[in-house]
Nanobody, 122 residues
Framework: QVQLVESGGGLVQAGGSLRLSCAAS????????MGWFRQAPGKERQFVAA????????YYADSVKGRFTISRDNAKNMVYMQMNSLKPEDTAVYYC???????????????WGQGTQVTVSS
């Protein structure tokens, strides 16, 4: 079982940037495709971005394409997401997860972390 811990969230003004990190323990992440998801208050959890096990392929929700960049460092057992040009509608708790079926219309997350809060003020 892999344990995931997200960090890097915070309060930022619209137009600002944050870099989220996801640290894994228990198992090496290099065997897994990984994703970031988010959940805003009163809304369902939604897909944000995904990266395949080698880092060669990335996928993004239309709402973040061109602003967010997912990456990974398998040697460090880490996954990252650089978030630029943040908007108030990006406000949510962000989770990283081992993710199946990336690149499809229904990527399936599992093995969630505890999440990190991102708040974007207008």
């Amino acid at each position: 079982q892999v344990q995931l811990v997200e960090s890097g969230g915070g309060l930022v003004q619209a137009g600002g940037s944050l870099r989220l990190s996801c640290a894994a323990s228990g198992r090496t992440l290099s065997s897994y495709d990984m994703g970031w998801f988010r959940q805003a208050p009163g809304k369902e959890r939604q897909f944000v971005a995904a990266i395949n096990w080698s880092g060669a392929y990335t996928y993004y929700a239309d709402s973040v394409k061109g602003r967010f960049t997912i990456s990974r460092d398998n040697a460090k057992n880490m996954v990252y997401m650089q978030m630029n040009s943040l908007k108030p509608e990006d406000t949510a708790v962000y989770y990283c997860a081992v993710t199946f079926d990336i690149g499809t219309t229904n990527p399936r997350p599992t093995s969630w972390g505890q999440g990190t809060q991102v708040t974007v003020s207008s």
